[in-house]
């Protein structure tokens, strides 16, 4: 399938109240307002197509920018086109699932997670995070770096109430990520969880709620699921 009847397909496929939801989220044009699950369909028409899938991130359509994610191969990806993409991740939903997803699967993943983290740039900072968060997920922990991984806890642990608002929400997502994935720090990200409490994130005119991560990671560990790692964290 060609980038022109790719780009049709996706406006056959959006529809004026996904496109008003994902307004509220903040989304802004280009977009047609495809559901997630309809991208999830295109991307056998993508997935072998590596030149499509950069040159759907590039069309600054948000659904095309999204099923690019979805659709390419985080080993073939370069690090300066990574570096292209988080420059152009202007709102939560690509920093912090496209970019951040595809990041953490790549070869350079830590290195951008720990670039990206230090930005000024909200969305920047907010793909750091994320990437890092998708990485301990997915990465035998063997390989994870504990000690710098502590370090982090402490972060977020003295500075999560000062950050900016979606740099909040990703923090408090990392202290998940380290609780549920890595069992040598559970009861230290519990801990953490337990002192922040709530997070307050403005999430706009949405229905969106910010979980508690102590009650979040208490509900895996009560489910013997602590430490399962995912296959993937594309999704």
């Known amino acids: ?113 720990r670039e990206w983290m230090k930005s000024e740039v909200e969305m920047i900072a907010v793909c750091g995070w994320s990437t890092y968060s998708n990485y301990i997920s997915i990465t035998q922990d063997e390989f994870l770096d504990i000690a710098e991984i502590r370090k982090m806890l402490n972060q977020v642990n003295s500075t999560i109430h000062e950050e900016r608002n979606r740099v909040r929400y990703v923090m408090n997502g990392f202290v998940i990520s380290v609780g549920t994935y890595v069992p040598e720090l559970k009861d230290e990200a519990k801990q953490v969880a337990e002192h922040i409490g709530k997070v307050h994130v403005d999430v706009g005119n949405t229905a969106c709620k910010i979980p508690l991560a102590f009650e979040y990671i208490k509900k895996v560990e009560s489910k013997n699921r602590i430490g399962m790692k995912r296959k993937t964290c594309i999704c």
């Open 1 to 113: 399938m060609t980038y022109e009847e790719m780009m049709q397909k996706l406006e056959e496929l959006g529809s004026d109240q996904t496109k008003q939801i994902y307004k509220n989220h903040g989304v802004r044009e280009p977009y047609f307002g495809v559901k997630i699950g309809d991208l999830k369909k295109l991307v056998k028409f993508v997935k072998k197509d590596h030149e499509l899938a950069l040159k759907l991130y590039e069309s600054g359509n948000h659904d095309a920018m999204y099923l690019a994610g979805l659709s390419i191969n985080p080993k073939l990806i370069s690090i300066e086109t990574l570096q292209e993409w988080v420059k152009k991740a202007y709102w939560y939903m690509v920093a912090e699932y496209t970019v951040a997803q595809v990041a953490a699967e790549s070869e350079f993943a830590l290195d951008l997670a």
